[in-house]
């Protein structure tokens, strides 16, 4: 086992506890790097996409050794050192022009990479759009179109999604103004025919801007911004299951506490759930309880109604009187009690 390195100072453990898993982790920050050889398409492509990426990006100038594929271990260090969870690196060779490898990251070790090579043809730069650009740190409108993107089985182009997802998502938020939409990330793809080459992945970035349209609602118009980038897909290294398992799963304390009992019907009504236990009807008093009693003149319509009915009836015997027999009366006179 490897020895676990003990800060010599206060301030490089805030620096180590800043590094360990957090329950709100910060936003994805990214670092550009160059390999041994670059061009000058790829350098285009990495200052656009800093601008839109900004102010969570570092970025590097120097020349590095490293190939993804074979030997991550220095991407890693880089990780670590830097503090960023997304890298993206740029190669030029003959066998694969102009490619930037995205590089995905769990706890500063490699989770899954992916090759996408521009089309130098078809690129145009964030410059040549003469048009207003949105403020830094706004977030963005992402959309996917395509169905290859939608695939039920893991393939480039679903890893594709979630790399660019990732990418350029930025900070979370619960609730966000509709004035800061200001832009849209629309990324499309073709479908996969056989025997034809794989569909490109086309991104293209739109600039929005709300206009009177005599109802309540705004109309929007969308006008494109730059940059236009079309990629190609490349090599690919897909996440372990261990360890995407691992990367997907929430600390306690991340999830709000839910009530019990409580839901919401159609209607938006809030309904609840309350659970009695069994009740002994057996031992329940009833002797004096309000609602059994009566008042003081039924009893004697009751007993005259059972009377008239019984001489309606016939029930009454010959020779045989019925003597209906009163409750005497107390009347008080000078403290003393008399029966009528």
């Known amino acids: 086992m490897l020895k676990a390195a003990k800060p010599k100072n206060a301030r490089a453990k805030r620096a180590m506890d800043k590094r360990e898993p957090q329950v709100h982790e910060n936003p994805k920050t990214v670092l550009f790097l160059n390999g041994t050889k670059t061009s000058q398409i790829l350098k285009y492509v990495v200052a656009d996409l800093a601008q839109m990426k900004k102010p969570y990006m570092e970025k590097f100038v120097k020349k590095n050794d490293i190939h993804p594929f074979d030997d991550p271990s220095s991407l890693e260090f880089f990780s670590l050192k830097n503090d960023t969870s997304l890298l993206v690196m740029s190669t030029h060779q003959k066998k694969r022009p102009h490619c930037l490898t995205f590089v995905r990251t769990f706890s500063h070790k490699i989770l899954d990479m992916l090759e996408l090579s521009v089309d130098p043809e078809s690129y145009l730069q964030l410059q040549q759009f003469k048009n207003k650009k949105p403020l830094v740190g706004l977030k963005p409108l992402i959309s996917f179109h395509g169905a290859v993107f939608e695939s039920a089985t893991e393939t480039k182009y679903t890893l594709a999604k979630s790399m660019l997802l990732d990418f350029f998502r930025g900070p979370e938020a ?42 309540k609602l705004p109309r929007i118009e969308v006008e494109e911004m730059g940059p236009r980038i079309d990629f190609t897909v490349g090599r690919e290294r897909f996440p372990d299951a261990d360890m995407l398992k691992e990367s997907l799963r929430k600390p306690k304390g991340m999830e709000p506490r839910t009530k019990k009992n409580i839901d919401m019907d159609i209607m938006g009504d809030k309904t609840g759930k309350i659970h009695v236990g069994k009740q002994d009807l057996g031992a329940m008093q009833t002797r004096k309880m309000k609602g059994l009693k009566r008042a003081r003149g039924e009893d004697e319509e009751d007993e005259a109604a059972t009377m008239v009915g019984a001489e309606s009836d016939g029930e009454g015997m010959d020779g045989v009187e019925e003597v209906v027999m009163k409750t005497p009366k107390k009347v008080k006179t000078n403290g003393a009690a008399f029966a009528e």
């Open 174 to 215: 619960n609730e966000v103004d509709v004035s800061g939409l200001q832009y849209l990330i629309s990324i499309s793809a073709a479908e996969e025919e056989d025997g034809k080459p794989a569909p490109k992945i086309h991104l293209r970035m739109y600039l929005l801007s709300t206009k009177r349209s005599g109802q």
